[in-house]
């Protein structure tokens, strides 16, 4: 069996970036990853896909992240289900990171690293021949 997700997208909003009663880092992101056609309108749709990273590439996204970045991440499709307060069942759908790779330059005052995944977490330099 396979489960993998493979998007790249812009996030929706700025990272939401919470700590677990046992103290594990976790942030909670929107993105925004364009469908491959076009609609009878010859305009580009787009799908939101609500993704979830985990312990320091959490950290990572939710303090080297902020809406607009675009990023390319690798993970896998979770489905959960739970009770909202109006005791109604609920389903959610998320992608749970493995890997999250920063595919553009940041923003002025933002940081500078380009890449982060839950073992490696050292700033990578942006290479020279990036179109932007």
């Known amino acids: ?9 812009r996030l929706t909003r ?10 594990v880092p976790v942030a909670s992101f929107t993105l925004a990853v ?16 609500d993704c979830v990273a985990w312990r320091k590439l959490g950290e990572t996204v939710g303090n080297h992240l902020a809406k607009g970045r675009l990023v390319a991440l690798e993970g896998r499709l979770q489905i959960r289900s739970y009770e909202a307060q109006d005791g ?12 999250v ?9 933002q940081t500078t690293s380009a890449s982060s995944n839950s073992t490696d977490t050292d700033d990578v330099a942006f290479p020279d021949d990036l179109p932007f």
């Open 14 to 23: 700025d990272p939401e970036l919470r700590y677990t009663p046992q103290g």
């Open 101 to 109: 790779r920063f595919l553009d330059r940041p923003k002025d005052g």
């Open 34 to 49: 364009d469908r491959p056609f076009s609609n009878q309108q010859g305009q580009r749709e787009a799908d939101f896909v």
């Open 1 to 9: 069996m396979l489960n993998r997700i493979i998007l790249i997208g």
């Open 88 to 99: 109604t069942k609920r389903r959610v759908a998320e992608v749970i990171a493995d890997n």
